[in-house]
């Protein structure tokens, strides 16, 4: 089991870009898959994007096209998030599990999470 460190939340307004990152320590197998999710308040936590080993990526429909989602050689995860909307706004978590992402897009699939970093987009 490894640990997650997110980074790179603020506030921004509506347009606006961000990148947020993940840092991922003690993943021995490099096959592992890492995924963004979100939660505002008083909502479920929602999937946003995952990225496999060979940077196969996967997102849901409300980013696609706004969000980019990438991995370094240096076990770093990135979100990069362009043309924010207000209903962006939450807080962004990213999460691990291994191996393989396969069809994993639920909070359940994912066994190791990070502390979280908010995201507020103002209009």
């Known amino acids: 089991q490894g640990q997650l460190v997110e980074s790179g939340g603020g506030s921004v307004q509506s347009g606006g870009s961000l990148r947020l990152s993940c840092a991922a320590t003690?993943?021995?197998?490099?096959?592992?898959?890492v995924g963004w999710f979100r939660q505002a308040p008083g909502k479920e936590r929602d999937w946003v994007a995952t990225?496999?080993?060979?940077?196969?990526t996967r997102y849901a429909d409300s980013v696609k096209g706004r969000f980019t989602i990438s991995r370094d050689m240096k076990n770093t995860v990135y979100l990069q998030m362009n043309s924010l909307k207000p209903e962006d706004t939450a807080m962004y978590y990213c999460?691990?599990?291994?191996?393989?992402?396969?069809?994993?897009?639920?909070?359940?699939?994912?066994?190791?999470w990070g502390q979280g970093t908010q995201v507020t987009v103002s209009s």
């Open positions: 999460a691990a599990r291994g191996p393989w992402c396969r069809s994993a897009v639920s909070p359940a699939d994912f066994p190791d």
């Open positions: 990225i496999a080993q060979y940077s196969n």
């Open positions: 003690g993943y021995t197998d490099s096959s592992y898959c």
